[in-house]
Each structure stands twice: as structure tokens, then as C-alpha cells.
């Protein structure tokens, strides 16, 4: 996987355990989490496993699907390492607030990461809302997604980046 963190590539030491559809049926299993090492699990893992989680060798951190709203990790976030907001396809921007949510409302001070749907004509975006590494698709250019990150250096509108709003810094 391409990783970007803190607007430089990175190596990855983070293993993405998936949900299992179990075969016919509506629920889903799990995969299991070895005992060392670094993993991030589906929040339905967390919530059902988590003393066992915590008792882990590895850090672990949690993913949010895009229908998982801030306020069902918010009880745990500042223990988290790291939280990945998954971007299922293109103009599904739900993740994106949730991200404000975490940095703005919960004081997330870990690493935020975009996982799926992940690309260059979005990572500024998603930086601006707080999102501070990203797993890229593998069709994309890690130096050329990087490069995105510094395209447009003046934004008018408050974000997680910044929060005044250019014409309160022009005035200030």
C-alpha cells in the first residue's frame, strides 16, 4: 500500500483487518488480530473484542466506515494511536466530517487516515478536514499526490488547518 503521512511517503507498519461476510448470512465474522504487531480493526470488531484488543502486544487502532458517525469511537478516541476513515467511492463525503468531528468536538490529537477511495484530486480536502495520512489507491503517484497537498497555499474558508477564515487573519 502507498502511504502518505504527514505530507512525506511512509512505510506502513499498519496490517487493515477487514469485516468477513459470513457466507448466506447478514452478519459478518472477523478476522483474528495476531497477539503483536500493529492492526486496525472495524469499529463492530473493537466494540465486540476490545478488552482483548487492548491486551495486545501491538498498538490498535479502529476504522470507521463512512456510515459510522464520531460520536461511536468518542468514548475511546484519545486512546486510539490512529482511526481510518474509509471513503467507500467517489463523492461519499461523510467521512470527511467525521474527521472535523474527531480534531474539532473530541480533541482527536492521533493520526487520522483516509483509506479507500483515496486520491490525488482529494487529498487536500481531506487534509483540511483534518486527515493527516492517507492509503492511497494503487493506480496512484505518491510524489505526485504529495505535490497536491501544497497546490493551493491560501484558503478563504476556516478549517481543521486553519481556523480563521482569511478575512479574519487579513483583519487581525
Known sequence: MKLIQNRRAA?????????????????????????????IVPLAQWQQQKDALLARQGRTGVWLDAHEGADLIAADALSLPLIALNFPKFGDGRSLSTARLLRE??????????IGEVFRDLVLGMHRCG???FALRDDQDVDDTIKALEELPLAYQASVDQPLPLFRRRAG
Not at 468536538?105 to 483516509?114: D, V
Open 11 to 39: 512505510t506502513d507498519s499498519w496490517q487493515l483487518f477487514k469485516p468477513v461476510p459470513a457466507e448466506g448470512e447478514a452478519e459478518v465474522t472477523f478476522t483474528a488480530v495476531p497477539a503483536e504487531g500493529d492492526a
Open 131 to 133: 486527515i493527516d495520512s
Open 105 to 114: 468536538r473530541y480533541g482527536y490529537q492521533g493520526e487520522l487516515r483516509a
